[in-house]
């Protein structure tokens, strides 16, 4: 079936993104597409409705970009928004001016006119701004819609054309009723039904991957985590055994994670699922070593040089797949400030596989859409809703050598941990939650007899991207609880203590 669909056309705005992602949420299906589309090609799409993003440019410079004005009387609705806003009153014979004054963040606007777009919205609200030229004149037959102080025409547009620009982000969160706008639009404008889910995202991602990848041979490297989970399974519902998965075991997991990946992806859906068990390969490598970036340096080395071996074993293939998301996409375009952590992830694989190209079927998500996909998919909580956990797992959690020992000692104490914040319900307000095994030995009395026995650390944080974070508040009961069973049921831990350092200046993971 034909989905209903919007075209959000890309002037290089750091919000574009988030802007298909509104519509999405608003059940209309849409692509974010470069803005030199032609018009030829905008009507072969046929969308129900156009969105011009935001960008850097200002409508004056010689290499910005612009529109062809014959896409402005195809007679499809159209929004600009902040840039946008600006060429289209450029291209219909508005004026756009510099502002004495760049605009940057919270605004209180007001309507002047009552238009479709502001369908109920009060008459004043914030919005939230970032630009420097705004529209100074209307095109003919184009209406003030509504001002702030500093920018007379913050909305504007022509009821009859179906055709309107707004200055402000309506996506951002900061805009009061940004959403109520966008919905506005696709509903109350462009007149659309919503016929768009994240099962018809599913089912359509998985005809274009059948398409693409049909008698192909396909390769994943699989690491226990959302997103190479979530790709491979999509990967897998389009072309079946074609795909082969590669889960390098580096035996730095914590408990029952090893064994639920290859139960939930070999045993459950069937897929060709290869565990390379490494776990002696990086217990070797590790051994002597304390120093944190040395060890993640050797887990990440260790791992390409594993997962190499087993793609050999494969031989060529013609797609690689990978588990890309958006904030990745973004974060690889940004520079790279201080290294305070190396982080070890799948980025470095490329490099040692024999492929053609490289297939990325989540690259225009969100985090949580990727978690509803996978949902979609039919994957467990167990897997969709993981906690986020560093490439070079446990090894990072243990302070000093790490030793078969240690290891064994933190995955039991880690998982009473996970088991009573799930039992309390904490799981998931709590960002992150994981124990630690210190380096230092403490003395204690167990039973009449003296021990002495390692130091177990409890992290439980709060953030929303990991940049910073709090200590979580976890009630006195519910750690009393954990430090019984832990001190009871795991050998070789005789303290518990609770981290209460935020990030900064701590950061989440201890080393
Ligand atoms: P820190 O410890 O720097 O961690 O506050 C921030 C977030 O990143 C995770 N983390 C990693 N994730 N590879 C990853 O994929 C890594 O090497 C890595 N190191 C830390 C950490 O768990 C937290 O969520």
Not at 184 to 206: H, I, P, R, S
Not at 451 to 456: A, K, L, M, P
Request: charged residues 25%; hydrophobic residues 40%.
């Amino acid at each position: 079936m034909q989905h209903e669909r919007v075209l959000v056309l890309d002037f290089g705005g750091q919000y574009n993104q988030l802007i298909a992602r509104r519509v999405r949420d608003l059940k209309v299906y849409c692509d974010l597409k470069p803005c030199d589309m032609t018009v030829e090609e905008i009507r072969a799409y046929d969308p129900i409705g156009i969105i011009f993003t935001g960008g850097p440019n200002s409508v004056y410079d010689a290499v910005s970009p612009r529109i062809d004005p014959a896409v402005l009387s195809l007679g499809i609705p159209v929004l600009g928004i902040c840039y946008g806003c600006q060429l289209i009153a450029f291209t219909l014979g508005g004026k756009v001016e510099h502002a004495v004054q760049s605009e940057y963040g919270k605004r209180e606007f007001s309507f002047i006119r009552r238009s479709p777009l502001s369908e109920g919205i009060p008459e004043k609200s914030v919005c939230w701004m970032s630009h420097t030229d705004h529209v100074t004149r209307v095109p003919d037959g184009f209406e003030v819609l509504a001002s702030t102080e500093s920018c007379p025409v913050t909305v504007y547009g022509s009821r009859e054309k179906k055709i309107y620009g707004v200055q402000f982000h309506p996506e951002v969160v900061h805009s009061q009723y940004g959403n109520t706008m966008l919905e506005n639009f696709l509903y109350e404008v462009c007149g659309a039904k919503g016929d768009w889910t994240m099962g018809g995202f599913v089912e359509e991602q998985v005809a274009a991957l059948r398409q693409k990848l049909a008698g192909k041979k396909v390769l994943c490297a699989m690491s226990g985590g959302v997103d190479s989970a979530v790709a491979a399974t999509l990967v897998h519902r389009a072309v079946g055994s074609s795909l082969t998965c590669v889960f390098v075991d580096h035996g730095l997991l914590r408990k029952g994670e090893s064994e639920e990946v290859m139960s939930v992806f070999r045993d459950r859906l069937g897929m060709n699922l290869v565990r390379a068990d490494a776990g002696e390969r990086f217990l070797t490598a590790l051994a002597g070593v304390s120093e944190p970036e040395t060890k993640r340096k050797i887990i990440g080395a260790e791992f390409i040089r594993v997962f190499e071996q087993e793609a050999k074993k494969i031989g060529a293939v013609d797609f690689l797949v990978q588990g890309t998301i958006y904030p990745d996409v973004i974060e690889s375009g940004k520079d790279k400030s201080a290294v305070i952590k190396s982080h070890h992830n799948v980025g470095g694989l490329p490099s040692v596989v024999d492929f053609k190209e490289i297939v990325e079927p989540l690259r225009d998500l969100f985090k949580d859409e990727v978690r509803r996909v996978g949902t979609e998919l039919g994957l467990p909580d167990s897997v969709v809703q993981r906690q986020p956990f560093p490439g070079p797992g446990l090894a990072i959690r243990i302070m000093g050598e790490v030793t078969r020992e240690k290891l064994q000692t933190l995955r039991d104490a880690d998982f009473i941990f996970r088991e009573e914040v799930a039992k309390a319900g904490l799981n998931r307000e709590i960002w992150q939650y994981f124990a630690v095994i210190t380096n230092s030995k403490t003395v204690g009395v167990q039973g009449d007899f003296r021990t002495y026995e390692n130091v177990i650390a409890l992290r439980a944080v709060t953030s929303v991207d990991a940049m910073t974070a709090d200590w979580a508040r976890i009630p006195y009961d519910v750690l009393e609880t954990i430090s019984t069973r832990i001190t009871n049921e795991v050998p070789h831990a005789n303290r518990i203590v609770y981290d209460i350092t935020s990030k900064p200046p701590a950061t989440i993971e201890w080393e």
